[in-house]
């Protein structure tokens, strides 16, 4: 399975982004879908999380009540908008295809992964 990664780009603060991310063909199994982002010097840390059904998502406390995702499995497709953006929310934003049916929080929980799409946000 490939994933690849669209929607980055510059922006200013408090502005907004659309990522999308398209899996090349299903898993065979009901994955759960996953976004992690990785800043200059810093480790991958987890951004939003979504279940197979997309029944259920979860949010780091940063992105929290600022980020929405969402799916379409008609689609093979993972969603992330992205509003009031700040500047620490610049990184390299990937997206993953979880174990499970449920998202992890941590990055061994996926299995597939993108290349990734860069997002600056300036001040």
């Known amino acids: 399975v490939q994933l690849q990664a669209f929607g980055g780009g510059l922006v200013q603060a408090g502005g907004s982004l659309s990522l999308s991310c398209a899996a090349s063909r299903r898993t065979g199994s009901n994955n759960g879908m996953g976004w992690f982002r990785q800043a200059p010097g810093k480790e991958r840390e987890f951004v939003a999380g979504?279940?197979?059904?997309?029944?259920?998502?979860y949010y780091s406390d940063s992105v929290k009540g600022r980020f929405t995702i969402s799916r379409d499995n008609a689609k093979n497709t993972v969603y992330m908008q992205m509003n009031s953006l700040k500047t620490e929310d610049t990184a390299v934003y990937y997206c993953?295809?979880?174990?499970?049916?449920?998202?992890?929080?941590?990055?061994?929980?996926?299995?597939?992964w993108g290349q990734g799409t860069e997002v600056t946000v300036s001040s």
């Open positions: 993953a295809v979880a174990l499970s049916s449920m998202p992890s929080v941590v990055a061994s929980g996926y299995r597939y």
């Open positions: 979504i279940s197979w059904t997309g029944g259920s998502t």
